[in-house]
């Protein structure tokens, strides 16, 4: 989760910053964003791209004053599958979705 000490961290922002650094991450390829559908999450954004032998997906929303996050990586060989990808991705979601919001920000002095 992405937070801020005071007031909200807005979605753009973080949609921002996960894009950018996928498009100029030195060994990335295949960048794509989308607006998926995330069941009981009114606006969700998703970031995937081949890193190195990774497959890599990124799905964010804005949950209150924070952006939840979930980042998901999976090893790319012959035998590999989207499918499984996919399936990983959206448990990871799952998880997310079911996890506690309330995580305690450390407050600065």
């Known amino acids: 989760m992405l937070a801020l000490p005071q007031g909200q961290l807005p979605l753009a922002w ?3 910053f996960y894009l950018a650094g996928a498009i100029n991450a030195s060994k990335t390829n295949n960048v794509k964003s ?11 954004f998703r970031v995937d791209a081949l890193n190195d032998l990774s497959q ?3 799905v964010l929303w804005q949950l209150g004053d ?13 035998n590999a599958s989207m499918a499984a ?6 448990d990871a979601i799952a998880a997310a ?4 919001p309330g995580i305690p920000v450390p407050s600065t002095p």
Request: proline share 8%.
């Open 14 to 16: 973080a949609e921002e």
């Open 34 to 44: 989308s607006h998926p559908n995330v069941t009981g999450v009114p606006d969700a």
């Open 56 to 58: 890599q997906a990124i």
């Open 66 to 78: 924070d952006v939840r996050i979930v980042v998901v990586a999976t090893h790319v060989d012959p």
């Open 85 to 90: 990808h996919e399936a990983r991705v959206a």
């Open 97 to 100: 979705l079911a996890a506690s």
